[in-house]
T-cell receptor, first 115, second 117 residues
Framework: GAGVSQSPSNKVTEKGKDVELRCDPI?????LYWYRQSLGQGLEFLIY????????KSGLPSDRFSAERTGGSVSTLTIQRTQQEDSAVYLC?????????????FGSGTQLSVL | AQKVTQAQTEISVVEKEDVTLDCVYE???????LFWYKQPPSGELVFLIR??????QNEISGRYSWNFQKSTSSFNFTITASQVVDSAVYFC??????????????FGEGTQLTVNP
């Protein structure tokens, strides 16, 4: 696609429910990244995919968080048993080949609210 | 570990004023990359500039200019003759030269710039 696409743009859920957030990167980009942006916390790295593999998942905050990528394209971030502290904007980005110093292209994010 | 500090949380200026956004970074790598991104109210981060650690030349692009100084580990961003449309959150970011992390960015906390008419 022309840009990084994320869905849904907004998600409201109840505490304890599972949620899935979707990211569709720029066509041809092999590298994909998930970030979380919380009020007062800045932008926090979660996970990096190269193709369908995740060589760096050091930013996932707990085992309730998981992500996968299929076909070297679409990625899904899953949060199980959501907690109120999971409320944040989840941003996805892609880059061409994942080489150091490459520019990242970001989506508009998914605003997650856990009630 | 790498770290980026943007000490200015919020800046408010009047249109046509010049404004400088500060960024200080920490890294133990000799090869690294520095970025500035703009986040307007719509939420999508927009790339502004990238510099690598071997190129300390300052850069100017229209009303925007960047001052990279390795001696002080700083990469400051200046907007000349600011405009209301410049109002946004600006993020400074660092990427180290490690292939296992791709082009993973470490971001500063961001500076909210408000330009008043």
């Amino acid at each position: 696609g022309a840009g990084v696409s994320q869905s849904p743009s907004n998600k409201v859920t109840e505490k304890g429910k599972d949620v899935e957030l979707r990211c569709d990167p720029i066509s041809g980009h092999t590298a994909l990244y998930w970030y979380r942006q919380s009020l007062g916390q800045g932008l926090e790295f979660l996970i990096y995919f190269q193709g369908n593999s995740a060589p760096d998942k050091s930013g996932l905050p707990s085992d309730r968080f998981s992500a996968e990528r299929t076909g070297g394209s679409v990625s899904t971030l899953t949060i199980q048993r959501t907690q109120q502290e999971d409320s944040a904007v989840y941003l996805c980005a892609s880059s061409f080949r994942g080489q150091p110093g490459e520019k990242l292209f970001f989506g508009s994010g998914t605003q997650l609210s856990v009630l | 570990a790498q770290k980026v500090t943007q000490a200015q949380t919020e800046i408010s200026v009047v249109e046509k004023e010049d404004v400088t956004l500060d960024c200080v970074y920490e890294t133990r790598d000799t090869t690294y990359y520095l970025f500035w991104y703009k986040q307007p109210p719509s939420g999508e981060l927009v790339f502004l500039i990238r510099r690598n650690s071997f190129d300390e030349q300052n850069e100017i692009s229209g009303r925007y200019s960047w001052n990279f100084q390795k001696s002080t580990s700083s990469f400051n961003f200046t907007i000349t003759a600011s405009q209301v449309v410049d109002s946004a959150v600006y993020f400074c970011a660092l990427s180290e030269g490690r292939e296992t992390s791709g082009s993973r960015l470490t971001f500063g906390e961001g500076t909210q710039l408000t330009v008043n008419p």
